[in-house]
């Protein structure tokens, strides 16, 4: 049971991660390069709001297998690199829901409206915070792969 509660905990964090990989480095730049804003600040927001209910599923998932995973373990002797990884991931999960229902709710009203200057002032708002969860979703990884 513990081996497969701990490839469902991986599979949500390839889905997230992998997700931001594709946002971040293929989506977004050829989005910009290839579309104007009426065109692509509607796509970006359809994107993301799918994106977003598999972060939503993925964050679930983590939470729950991660609370099952570590309920089998004393915390004063698991391994430093699974306390920093809890630690990073609940400040993930924290960004997230800054994003979603902050700058996200805003990008949508924005595109709703055909705001096109709002919907690409909140974009931009995103685009940061989901470098910054990116990065830490890596650290993350390396601090349970690394950190004994």
């Known amino acids: 049971m513990y081996e497969f509660v701990k490839l469902l905990h991986l599979a949500a964090g390839i889905v997230w991660l992998g997700g931001m990989a594709f946002v971040l480095c293929a989506l977004r730049p050829v989005a910009i390069a290839q579309l104007q804003p009426p065109q692509r600040l509607p796509l970006l927001s359809a994107v993301l709001a799918r994106f977003f209910a598999l972060v939503w599923l993925s964050i679930a998932v983590l939470l729950l297998s991660g609370a099952f995973m570590l309920a089998g373990v004393d915390m004063k002797v698991a391994p430093r690199g699974w306390h920093a990884m809890l630690g990073i991931g609940l400040l993930m999960f924290g960004i997230f829901g800054h994003i979603y229902f902050a700058p996200f709710r805003r990008l949508k009203a924005a595109v709703a409206a055909a705001n096109w200057p709002e919907a690409g002032r ?27």
């Open 122 to 148: 909140r974009v931009a708002q995103i685009h940061p915070l989901v470098v910054l969860n990116f990065a830490l979703g890596w650290l993350a990884v390396a601090a349970v792969l690394l950190w004994r």
